[in-house]
């Protein structure tokens, strides 16, 4: 079943073969190849035991076809060549995962297949967890209720209560706790030297701790051990050291010459400092930006495994507890999703920033 | 004409890890207000330091430097124009060539208008609104160029501003400078590697020595004005390059030498 899909994506891909007639013989070439090797396999009773031996190969011979494919695509097909190597490989490796499964040769009590982790995904989206008064986007299907009775506010109450809020609020908070103070030490670090060495080591040494050991520390420090301070707390200080750092890179990395030409104009102090310095470390800033929402995700849903009644990561613990596996896998998703988005979230802001960046 | 820069007796020494290195030596300079001096020598011979002490980005060891203010007080002393560019990539070239006026706080439509008037004189008025990385390197020098005249200093400093560029689009941007600076004739310090640059654009060619560089000798191009690029065939063009030449050939020697 996979070998036919693989073969219509390849004749998808092609839009040039009549005019390279080497092409369609080596897709030819490739895809008996592939037909012969699951053959091969199925008649010597190989999958049950070599089944990864058998996908590699397989896979392997996917790209070799793709990328012999790729070299005639015509210039204006290139973006959709890319778009479908960005999107086919996943989705290749998804049919796979699903037919692993219902041929017998994955547990499916530990690896539900795909198709069941999107309905589970449906099913904690449509429903509400009585035990722990919580649901995965707060309740949708009650908007239009609340939006009559209440209006907006009975919404946000709605989606307050949610697993994605809790994430994405202890996210956002940390991650503007610690990015501002990061930004402007690093600033700092970038323009004095004396900062810089006294800093230098001290930083480098709390940047390599990994956060989540210091969690303990915070609970301590905080009034409410279990309330929201501790994590904010440890996303913050995650994001700090990583803008810090980069933020004092980027500074450094400043072409000198630039920062001469602007005194030689006349800019001093501030005048300097936001035409220069600032759009001259941006570029820097934002990839240290970057680094800590990723960090500030990780970090948040490993402390929601630990310790918390709410969150992504809260969920994902708490159907691995009772053993509700696609559920398990559908929190997975949900921080995979939120990832992506955050990550295009920044980009947004990123190319509206900067401006001159190609 | 009376003098508008007063170097005297320039020292620049560098402290190193193996003692004291002497750059520059006794080093005396007097440039006319109007004038356009370019100054030549073998590499290494201290010659942008010595630029670089006149901009005030560098500090002189012992020696005094002296711009002659003008009647506008207000009126920046110098600006220079380096070898790289040094325009900003964040900014469009409208927004580069009208820094220096918005450093000294002129509005927004004043410096516009100044800023798209050197463009249009540079050839690069529709690019107005483009970033530096849209554009290719002859055409960032004429923004870099476009930058210091739009700000009007006492004194053009220059780096060998074209020492970056190929040697076709060299030649191009000569003849602009030559057309450009007859028209305004502003004071201008023009560093070199180059004899036909320097016998072209100058009125004055003023020869370095290897280190530690002091003023060897100065050589007065009395060529007529307005040159072009034919110039560089005539005979008494060629008579004084080789002049220069035989010159500044014993200096090339001597910083082999030093460097082996």
Not at chain 1, 9 to 15: E, I, L, N, T
Not at chain 1, 305 to 331: C, D, H, N, P, Q
Request: glycine share 8%.
């Amino acid at each position: 079943m996979a070998v036919t899909e693989i073969e219509s994506k390849k004749s998808q891909a092609s839009p040039q073969q009549g005019t390279d007639p080497s092409l369609g013989k080596s897709l030819l070439g490739y895809g008996s190849a592939l037909l012969l090797w699951g053959l091969l396999f199925w008649i010597t009773g190989s999958w049950q035991t070599y089944w990864w031996l058998g996908l590699t190969v397989i896979f392997v011979l996917v790209t070799v076809a793709a990328n012999r494919v790729g070299r005639v695509v015509p210039l204006r097909h290139r973006r959709r060549y890319e778009q479908l190597l960005a999107f086919g490989f996943p989705l290749l490796l998804l049919i796979a995962w699903e037919w692993l499964v219902r041929g017998g040769i994955l547990n499916a009590r530990w690896f539900p297949p795909p198709t069941r982790i999107a309905v589970a995904l449906y099913d904690l989206t449509v429903s509400y967890d009585q035990f722990n008064e919580t649901s995965l986007l707060g309740r949708p299907w009650l908007i239009p209720t609340r939006l009559l009775t209440e209006g907006w506010p009975g919404v946000a109450a709605l989606f307050a209560e949610s697993h994605v809020f809790a994430t994405l609020s202890r996210v956002f908070l940390g991650f503007f706790i610690g990015a501002v103070p990061g930004i402007f030490l690093g600033m700092i670090m970038g323009m004095n030297r004396t900062v810089r060495l006294m800093l230098d080591t001290t930083m480098s040494a709390a940047y390599v701790l990994p956060k989540i050991a210091i969690f303990p520390i915070m609970m301590l420090l905080f009034a409410d051990p279990f309330g929201e301070g501790p994590k904010v707390a440890v996303v913050a200080i995650s994001a700090f050291f990583l803008v810090a750092i980069n933020t004092m890179v980027g500074v450094r990395d400043i072409d000198p010459v630039l920062i001469q030409a602007a005194r030689n104009y006349g800019a001093k102090g501030w005048q300097l400092f936001y035409h220069v310095i600032i759009p001259g470390a941006l570029p820097v800033i934002f990839a240290g930006l970057r680094l800590a929402l990723g960090t500030a995700l990780i970090v948040i849903v490993a402390i929601e495994f630990v310790r918390a009644k709410k969150g992504v990561g809260f969920m994902t613990y708490y159907y691995w507890e009772i053993l509700s596996t696609e559920k398990m896998y559908a929190g997975l998703v949900v921080v995979m999703v939120l990832g992506v988005l955050l990550t295009y979230g920044l980009q947004w802001v990123e190319k509206r920033a900067m401006p001159w960046e190609k | 004409m009376p003098p508008k820069v007063i170097a005297t007796a320039i020292e620049k020494v560098y402290e190193t890890a193996v003692g004291p290195f002497t750059a520059i030596h006794d080093f005396s300079l007097t440039v006319d207000d109007g004038e356009f001096v370019c100054i030549v020598g073998p590499s290494g011979c201290g010659k942008s330091t010595f630029l670089r002490i006149v901009a005030g980005l560098d500090q002189q060891s012992d020696g005094t430097v002296l711009i002659v203010p003008g009647s506008d007080p207000r009126k920046p002393t110098n600006n220079v124009v380096f070898q790289e560019y040094a325009i900003f990539p964040w900014k469009t070239l409208l927004d580069n060539v009208a820094f220096g006026l918005q450093m000294r706080g002129i509005g927004k439509a004043a410096r516009y208008a100044v800023a798209l008037d050197w463009l249009e004189r540079v050839g690069l008025r529709k690019f107005a609104h483009y970033y530096p990385h849209q554009i290719s390197g002859g055409m960032k020098q004429r923004v870099s160029i476009a930058r210091a005249l739009a700000n009007d200093p006492e004194v053009l400093l220059m780096d060998e501003p074209l020492g970056a560029l190929d040697a076709q689009t060299r030649t191009v941007l000569q003849e602009e400078l030559l057309r450009i600076w007859e028209a305004n004739r502003k004071t201008v310090i023009y560093i070199t590697h180059s004899l036909d640059e320097a016998i072209l654009l100058g009125d004055r060619v003023v020869l370095m020595t290897a280190t530690p560089g002091t003023c060897k000798e100065i050589f007065t191009v009395d060529l007529p004005r307005p040159r072009t690029i034919e110039l560089t065939g005539s005979a008494a063009y060629t008579d004084l390059k080789l002049k220069i030449w035989e010159s500044l050939r014993v200096e090339v020697d001597r910083a082999m030498e030093a460097q082996r």
